[in-house]
């Protein structure tokens, strides 16, 4: 596509990062998107990312309509670097595309003895509560937190129930969704794994009022202010979507896409090797809770993917034969061979 | 008390507040709390509140022992003259004491046109996800956005589907709660009102694994390691209990109980003016959203408490009888004449 080798190398990790962890449909099975994004002229592989606006702790980066998986880490180490000068960093990206997982981009501060922050808006495809409107994606958040003897505690979360690729995943299996992941076209509870299809939406966290969905809605709508408000990108119902084949809004409010990144230098609150100390502690208790009837385990965040990256990396990666196919016809349409 | 005229007139605005906004379990009702805590020695009504670590964007506060009522509005003003110099400033209390509804720190950054976080730690009552050990509090998140002509975006929640004073009305009621708010001492779902009492425990935002309860977990957590093991206070089951009657936990982790607090200024990302415009933008966009069957209306975060603080200036604040009688013993004993 024109990317320079450090560019693509770095979007190339950031696929793999997600397969190993296992959020399969973030990794290399959407390059595909990102290539049909470019041939639309919805993504620059030659983008020109430029500091806009700036202060000690933040800075505002337009990203030139580069591929959200280069231009995050960008901003990260932009964010880490403010972070070493006056204790935190808080760069907010607009023009920008999907960056991918958003724990790849919080986990880069870890090797900096930093807390780190991600997080991005998405195509909308969740309701407010109350609403029939489609008005947010499933706005990740992540937060990583740096520990001594024991892994990281890494936080991975979309602000809804489940992430968009559970229902896709039930629909080709033919089977329903659990009440509490989405509604049909009038706002009404559905058990239809292909409801979004139909008119219909995904819930925030909580899934009913209830529940506290409203509490998702919140968070849900700080990601979409924080990643989009705040440097200018698209919000709401403007942003505009991953798939290439679905125009892009019309009356835009800001420029593409917008991401949310932070660093926290640990030290800036506590001599580091403390916080480490009582990271662990936090940590091994946070494991040796007891576990409900019926459980044999509790986790601490960050510890389902790590535990399915030491088997992939052991293992390998299944790719399910749509994907191995997309590949070879990207590779063949850009002159890339597959083997 | 002995407390100075400033901090007794911050902490009864405080308390007002949360009445004025709806949140009546942590209003004057919980005035003898904090009498009886002081009693035990646990609170300080004259504390000697310091900065015991900075950056240019951070600090850490020792409280003192004070009341987080007190406190955390002195932490979030630390907060936003860092954020006047640097551009963000973030505040860690440890040694602190229950600070009231997280969202009267939150919004003091709006006046100056900033974004303030408020996050605290809380008596441990919830579950992690797959346990039945009570490790984690309610703990609140609240995040306050201006806006131009539109009144401001206000979040506050805590990370669990209700806050525990919703089982103690339907506990009193002699009603069933919802399944999904809490579970029985082996970790199975409960619709007990007084399950807490029983050994059980509430539950993460999510309610269970299907519905995304990891996700309220880790909200949970993340709040707890900001509060606390970042500036050095108790965390997890060490956290001291609000009721003087429970005995603080043996060997102790921290200093009582901590607090985040944090302010972005607008104009560190982009011209304030812009930013409000947009923000209004987003909230009417949000306020329009088209209702669901059987709903007549879209809220956008902070209207509920908006619309109840405006009823209740006019109306008057109902008190339950037993909290006029807990008020009018307090001020007996500390010689204040109730009327």
Same sequence: chains 1, 2.
Wanted: proline content about 8%.
């Amino acid at each position: 596509m024109g990317s320079s080798n450090e560019d693509a190398k770095l979007a190339a990790d950031v696929l793999l990062s997600a397969d190993l962890r296992g959020v399969d449909s973030h990794g290399v099975a959407r390059l595909g998107g990102y290539v049909r994004l470019w041939e639309k002229g919805r993504l620059n592989a030659t983008p020109n990312i430029k500091v806009v606006h700036e202060t000690p702790s933040t800075a505002v980066i337009d990203a030139d309509l580069g591929a959200g998986l280069v231009v995050a880490p960008k901003a990260m180490k932009i964010a880490m670097e403010k972070a070493k000068n006056v204790g935190t960093g808080w760069v907010a990206v607009k023009n920008s595309n999907h960056y991918g997982i958003a724990g790849y981009h919080s986990m880069l501060a870890l090797e900096e003895d930093m807390i780190g922050w991600s997080m991005t808006n998405a195509s909308p495809l969740v309701s407010p509560t109350f609403s029939k409107s489609k008005f947010l994606g499933t706005n990740p958040i992540s937060v990583s937190i740096p520990a001594d003897k024991q892994p990281p505690v890494v936080i991975d979360m979309a602000t809804t129930p489940v992430a968009n690729g559970k229902l896709e995943v039930l629909q080709r299996k033919g089977e329903d969704i659990p009440l509490g992941w989405a509604q049909d076209e009038n706002g009404n509870p559905s058990t239809d794994a292909a409801i979004l299809k139909k008119g219909g939406a995904m819930l925030p966290l909580g899934s009913d009022r209830v529940h506290g969905s409203h509490k998702g809605y919140c968070l849900g709508g700080l990601v979409d202010i924080l990643s989009a408000v705040l440097p200018g990108a698209n919000y709401g119902p403007w942003v505009p979507p991953f798939v290439s084949y679905v125009p892009v809004p019309e009356n835009p409010v800001g420029d593409g896409i917008g991401h949310f990144l932070g660093a926290m230098r640990v030290d800036a609150f506590r001599p580091a090797d403390e916080f480490k100390e009582h990271m662990d502690n936090w940590i091994t208790t946070f494991k040796n809770a007891v576990p409900s009837e019926g459980h044999d385990q509790v986790f601490v965040p960050g510890d389902p993917e790590r535990e399915l990256t030491a088997k992939r990396l052991k293992e390998g990666i299944d790719l399910l034969p749509p994907v191995i196919e997309d590949l070879k016809k990207i590779g063949e349409s850009l002159g890339v061979d597959f083997e």
